[in-house]
Nanobody, 127 residues
């Protein structure tokens, strides 16, 4: 069982930056692939970024490539999402997710592949 707690959301202006954090409980964090997803009001949840359990492989949605960076610190049981050049369309609730990974370089981009989810943190970007 893994519990995930996101933090770092808030209200910012377009062009600003935010760093989201997701702290995981348990002693097996390094065995989990991690991902970030978001859900805007009235829209379906969408994939944002994913990282392998070793941290050496990452993958991004086209909409955030070049602006967002996912990273992890296995010693701190934490995954991060650095968000730069934020746009109003980035406004959403952001969720981190974890799932046991088969290989050290495996990552997942479909929500149904993730076993554990956090409660989310809200990001609002004003124009």
């Amino acid at each position: 069982q893994v519990q995930l707690v996101e933090s770092g959301g808030g209200l910012v202006q377009a062009g600003d930056s935010l760093r989201l954090s997701c702290a995981a409980s348990g002693r097996t964090f390094s065995s989990y692939a991690m991902g970030w997803f978001r859900q805007a009001p009235g829209k379906e949840r969408e994939f944002v970024a994913a990282i392998s359990r070793s941290g050496d492989r990452t993958y991004y949605a086209d909409s955030v490539t070049g602006r967002f960076t996912i990273s992890r610190d296995n010693a701190k049981n934490t995954v991060y999402l650095q968000m730069n050049s934020l746009k109003p369309e980035d406004t959403a609730d952001y969720y981190c997710a974890a799932t046991p990974a088969i290989g050290s370089g495996t990552y997942y981009q479909r929500g149904r592949e993730y076993r554990y989810w956090g409660q989310g943190t809200q990001v609002t970007v004003s124009s």
